[in-house]
Every structure is written in C-alpha cells, then in structure tokens.
C-alpha cells in the first residue's frame, strides 16, 4: 500500500497513492489508523483525491477512521471526487455521518477553525 503521510501540531494529512481502497487494503489502512491514533495525532484528514475504486471494505476502514477519531478530533474524508467513489458515499449514506469536505485546504482550514473554537470555548464541555 503506498500512501504519504504529513504531521502537523494539530492536524495529520494521509494522502493515498492508490487507484483502488479494496479488501486487499484495507487492514493495512485499519493498522496504520490504529497507530497514528495511538501516537496522538488529533485531528485526521484522509485524502482520498487518488483513488478511483471502493469496496466495502474500504468503506469499513474510513469508518473505523472516524470511530477512532470520534472522541478525541476530527476525522475528515477529502478528495473523494471520483465519480464511482461519490456514488458509493451516497448510496452507503455515509456522507450523513462524516465529516466530507471536497479539497485537501479545505480540509486544514476546517481543522484550524475547529482547534481555535475549541480554544476560544475554553473548556465548556466540561
């Protein structure tokens, strides 16, 4: 599987370099997840703008992508614009539970809105 990806303080860009996210892949992808979350990377943004092809599985590693994400940042889906990996978003309806965002510096500016709300909240969670 090859893929790049790009830490920042407050955000990590996976960006895959494969035309197809397949049952073939996906484990991997599921461990790689696992452990940049284990590393603490708190906001995730997964670049789909290569790939052409999901399946099922691959749709199963986004979202354990976003489970692991859930409590601790965000998870965010980018560059998903091809057309056969927008149709089976929409069939799967998983854009009603991710956070989709078309390009890649869209994506960090929504991470560095959701870090300085989260600053300026000052804790209003708690």
């Given at each position: 599987?090859?893929?790049?990806?790009?830490?920042?303080?407050?955000h990590?860009?996976?960006?895959l370099?494969?035309?197809?996210?397949?049952?073939?892949?996906?484990?991997?992808?599921?461990?790689?997840?696992?452990?940049l979350?284990?590393?603490?990377?708190?906001?995730?943004i997964?670049?789909?703008?290569?790939?052409?092809?999901v399946?099922?599985?691959?749709?199963?590693?986004?979202?354990?992508?976003?489970?692991?994400?859930?409590?601790?940042?965000?998870?965010?889906l980018?560059?998903?614009?091809?057309p056969h990996?927008?149709?089976?978003?929409?069939?799967?309806?998983?854009?009603?539970?991710?956070?989709?965002?078309?390009?890649?510096?869209?994506?960090?500016?929504?991470?560095?809105?959701?870090?300085?709300?989260?600053?300026?909240?000052?804790?209003?969670?708690?």
């Amino acid at each position: 599987m090859k893929f790049s990806v790009d830490k920042q303080e407050k955000h990590t860009v996976m960006t895959l370099q494969e035309e197809n996210l397949n049952s073939l892949m996906a484990p991997d992808l599921k461990s790689e997840f696992v452990i940049l979350r284990n590393e603490g990377v708190p906001n995730f943004i997964l670049d789909l703008s290569e790939v052409k092809f999901v399946d099922s599985s691959g749709l199963s590693a986004i979202l354990t992508a976003n489970r692991l994400w859930k409590d601790i940042g965000t998870f965010i889906l980018t560059g998903a614009s091809h057309p056969h990996v927008k149709k089976l978003i929409e069939i799967s309806r998983l854009h009603t539970v991710l956070t989709i965002i078309p390009t890649l510096s869209e994506s960090i500016d929504y991470v560095k809105m959701e870090e300085l709300e989260k600053e300026l909240g000052g804790g209003d969670d708690e």
